[in-house]
């Protein structure tokens, strides 16, 4: 019988008392209400199109969430804020668009810290010799910007980063990275996906050349939403054509903004999902945000403080994303008994970031616990004392 199987069967209290979802780095739940309702009210009304049918007295939804979800992020026009299916696709878009746009190869620099969603379009540009890749080792969960700045070279065209980790809850200085770029032309593109909805991001200052963010995380939108924001357009080719409803009689896509990216029909309800969430975020404000995030943080880490049966991997994350490990114990089957023995929902390996792993679980992966704004800290708290527990067990079992 596996060690798991062992584990269940001895501590097994079936089924668990109830759930406690701490996996909202994945997808946030539970939904706001408020988000709930707008899309059930937009699937019992009759589809409107304008611009696209003969239904012109309809009011664009996806023209008014783009104002919305604009003035959220500081954009200062809403046409260069784009809808995609989310922050895969945002980045595949962008980072295959700038390459086509590209005569020659060039050179291109990430960091440890990045998603797949990035190191692999980059990697199969790589793999292709469309780029050459330097990828950037943190330190300590921050990249430094004197590291960026010893990897430019003369060819050096783009810098993609992560903004939050996904793994540590780390966030980068992005304006202190913009600015070693200055001068060089390098074109800055920022994986926001961890920090839309985290924390307060004003693209009117924040440096990036393009933007990119996720809707079914922190802005607690439907799965298969998100989107980019991009400085000048020019500098990205579109890699997807398709019908738009406007200049249907020319075969080419239209260059202007935003069908020069969006083609086919939109997720209406994926936006408007999307558009409810940044108005929940909005109407709570981040001062309070800020404020649950650090009472999420304190009444998990607080029960592990003295244990020394768990390891932790980055205790003080800027915003709450949990990394650990139990001593003697796998991910997976610490995973395994918190959902089945105490109904507490992590996710558990790689969490497709697996340079980060390399670095700190030697590729082994951990336990990651990410609550969310509609997370109750005291679950937060009762996940911190169940691991000290857990770890205390495994200890004394010899396991
Ligand atoms: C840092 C980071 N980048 C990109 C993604 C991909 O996001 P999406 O699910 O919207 O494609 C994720 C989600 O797991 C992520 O955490």
């Not at 200062?76 to 995609?84: A, Q, S, Y």
């Not at 997976?332 to 959902?339: E, I, N, P, W």
């Amino acid at each position: 019988m596996s060690l798991t199987y062992q584990y269940y069967f001895v501590n097994k209290s079936y089924p668990p008392p109830r759930d406690i979802y701490l996996n909202n780095a994945a997808t946030s739940w539970p939904k706001p209400e408020s988000v709930i309702r707008a899309v059930r009210d937009h699937l019992l009304a009759m589809p409107g199109e304008s611009g696209r049918s003969t239904d012109e007295l309809t009011l664009d939804p996806v023209q008014k969430a783009r104002e919305t979800v604009g003035e959220f992020f500081g954009c200062e026009n809403p046409d260069n804020l784009i809808f995609t299916s989310g922050a895969t696709q945002s980045l595949n878009m962008l980072i295959h668009g700038f390459a086509a746009g590209q005569g020659s190869q060039f050179h291109a620099i990430t960091t440890d810290l990045d998603h797949n969603s990035v190191l692999r379009p980059l990697t199969t540009l790589a793999d292709q010799r469309r780029i050459t890749l330097s990828i950037i080792p943190s330190r300590d969960g921050y990249v430094h910007p004197a590291d960026v700045r010893d990897e430019i070279k003369d060819d050096t065209r783009l810098l993609v980063i992560n903004q939050g980790s996904n793994v540590i809850g780390t966030v980068q200085k992005i304006q202190e990275i913009h600015a070693v770029l200055k001068g060089t032309g390098i074109f800055l593109l920022v994986d926001g996906s961890q920090t839309a909805g985290q924390i307060p991001i004003d693209l009117s200052r924040l440096g990036a050349d393009a933007f990119v963010f996720t809707g079914h995380k922190y802005l607690f939108g439907m799965p298969g939403t998100g989107g980019f924001w991009i400085r000048d357009p020019e500098a990205v080719q579109p890699i997807m054509q398709g019908g738009t409803g406007t200049n249907s009689a020319d075969l080419r896509q239209p260059a202007m903004l935003p069908e020069r990216y969006e083609a086919g029909t939109p997720n209406y309800p994926g936006i408007i999902s999307l558009e409810a969430g940044v108005t929940y975020i909005q109407e709570t404000g981040f001062d309070r945000i800020v404020d649950h995030q650090k009472r999420c943080i304190n009444a998990f880490y607080e029960p592990l403080k003295d244990s020394d049966s768990m390891i932790r991997y980055h205790p003080s994350p800027d915003i709450p994303v949990f990394a650990v490990n139990i001593k003697g114990m796998d991910p997976d089957t610490a995973g395994f008994v918190l959902r089945t023995t105490y109904g507490i929902i992590t996710r558990t390996g790689l969490h497709c970031a697996p340079l980060i792993h390399n670095q700190i679980t030697a590729g082994k992966g951990c336990v990651r616990l990410s609550p969310s704004l509609l997370t109750d800290p005291a679950d937060c708290q009762y996940a911190g004392e169940v691991l000290a527990t857990l770890g205390k067990q495994v200890r004394a079992s010899g396991m």
